[in-house]
């Protein structure tokens, strides 16, 4: 079980005492009944600003807590943030550099499709050469 509960069982604890007290003192006072209800207003006084001061020191706790909150959702949420625009920054060069191989690539393979289609007419022209050689020139049917 958790030790930090915000303070509730304690606020209960004190207030269940404070009640079994004022009971256990009306129950054994050997004060006269006007007596007595001065020390109850008096006692009942003291638990109000008792009660009073320490709800304010759980507000003040609860707002602290809640302003920690806050910068530490901040301060993930900037790490956050650069890290998405890291990301994005690496995505970019990668793409870029992706798309310059590409064309690099691509300017390549026309260059050699333009070299090996210059040795294939170079290779026809040869064999068609060498057929009429062979041939003497002649047309076939």
Same mark, same amino acid.
């Given at each position: 079980?958790?030790?930090?509960?915000?303070?509730?069982?304690?606020?209960?604890?004190?207030?269940? &005492?404070?009640?079994? /007290?004022?009971?256990?003192?009306?129950?054994? +006072?050997? =004060?006269?009944?006007?007596?007595?209800?001065?020390?109850?207003?008096? &006692?009942? /006084?003291?638990?109000?600003?008792?009660?009073?001061?320490?709800?304010?020191?759980?507000?003040? =706790?609860?707002?602290?807590?809640?302003?920690?909150?806050?910068?530490?959702?901040?301060?993930?949420? #900037?790490?956050?943030? +650069?890290?998405?625009?890291?990301?994005?920054? =690496? #995505?970019?060069?990668?793409?870029?550099? /992706?798309?310059?191989?590409?064309?690099?690539?691509?300017?390549?393979?026309?260059?050699?499709?333009?070299?090996?289609?210059?040795?294939?007419? &170079?290779?026809?022209? +040869?064999?068609? =050469?060498?057929?009429?050689?062979?041939?003497? /020139?002649?047309?076939? +049917?």
């Amino acid at each position: 079980m958790s030790r930090d509960n915000g303070g509730g069982d304690f606020f209960k604890g004190f207030l269940v &005492g404070g009640a079994i /007290g004022a009971i256990i003192a009306l129950l054994y +006072a050997p =004060k006269s009944g006007k007596e007595t209800r001065e020390d109850l207003r008096r &006692g009942a /006084g003291e638990l109000y600003d008792d009660v009073s001061d320490k709800a304010r020191e759980f507000r003040d =706790k609860a707002e602290e807590v809640m302003a920690d909150a806050r910068r530490q959702a901040d301060a993930l949420r #900037a790490q956050a943030e +650069a890290k998405i625009a890291e990301a994005r920054a =690496k #995505a970019e060069q990668i793409i870029s550099e /992706g798309k310059t191989k590409l064309r690099d690539a691509v300017d390549e393979g026309k260059k050699i499709v333009q070299d090996e289609k210059g040795r294939i007419k &170079g290779a026809i022209d +040869a064999g068609v =050469k060498a057929y009429r050689e062979e041939t003497g /020139g002649k047309k076939s +049917a």
